[in-house]
């Protein structure tokens, strides 16, 4: 079946501009979590969703940084006032309820800020 | 808190050795344990989980890993390394208790590369 997908694969965007990535989970999977993946941190957690719910927004690095989830499926991750040190890969995964710890990831986004 | 280590960001093997990436862990509670792997532009795909059933856990592509408490190890083997073994490998821990176990700990990860 399909798995998780994302989008845009590849963003480029300018320092102080907002930038929106989607994510698609796969079908039937109430949990959803955003990670960011970048050279000098690692794979970080931001987000979790369970349907349309957000119970952990721990991870996310500053205000400036928001999700949400419509419909317990799409999730979009917002990055307002866009800096430099937001460049990374952003990675969603998905989940069935009861297995939150077994998570199935997207290709990712490569958002790079100039 | 929990931690993941991974012991050698890059590992270099023969087509045909053995494949042993390595794992350590400080987690507070009993912990599950996985390896992701992750291919040259593509997310993250599950190898193996442990989630406190038998040690000795295996996983796709013939991998293997083994849970040693005693050690707080959960290293990574394959027997013989196959040229499309040559990615990047990430060991994660969650919670097995606590209502935070979907959150993923990983390592640094170890790119491993198989030569001909």
């Known amino acids: 079946g399909a798995g998780v997908s994302q989008s845009p694969s590849n963003k480029v965007t300018e320092k102080g501009k907002d930038v929106e990535l989607r994510c698609d989970p796969i079908?039937?999977?109430?949990?959803l979590y955003w990670y960011r993946q970048s050279l000098g941190q690692g794979l970080e957690f931001l987000i979790y969703f369970q349907g349309n719910s957000a119970p952990d927004k721990s991870g996310l690095p500053s205000d400036r940084f928001s999700a949400e989830r419509t419909g317990g499926s799409v999730s979009t991750l917002t990055i307002q006032r866009t800096q430099q040190e937001d460049s990374a890969v952003y990675l969603c995964?998905?989940?069935?309820?009861?297995?939150?710890?077994?998570?199935?990831f997207g290709p990712g986004t490569r958002l790079t800020v100039t | 808190a929990q931690s993941v280590t991974q012991l050698g960001s890059h590992v270099s093997v023969s087509e045909g050795a053995l494949v042993l990436l390595r794992c350590n862990y400080s987690s507070s509670v009993p912990p599950y344990l996985f390896w992701y792997v992750q291919y040259p532009n593509q997310g993250l795909q599950l190898l193996l989980k442990?989630?406190?059933?038998?040690?000795l856990v295996k996983g796709i592509n013939g991998f293997e890993a083994e849970f040693k408490k005693s050690e707080t190890s959960f290293h990574l083997t394959k027997p013989s390394a196959h040229m499309s073994d040559a990615a990047e490998y990430f060991c994660?821990?969650?919670?097995?208790?606590?209502?935070?176990?979907?959150?993923?700990?990983f390592g640094k990860g170890t790119l491993l590369t198989v030569n001909p």
């Open positions: 442990y989630t406190s059933a038998a040690t």
């Open positions: 079908s039937g999977h109430t949990a």
């Open positions: 995964a998905s989940s069935l309820a009861g297995w939150v710890y077994e998570q199935y």
């Open positions: 994660a821990v969650s919670e097995s208790s606590g209502g935070s176990n979907y959150k993923l700990t």
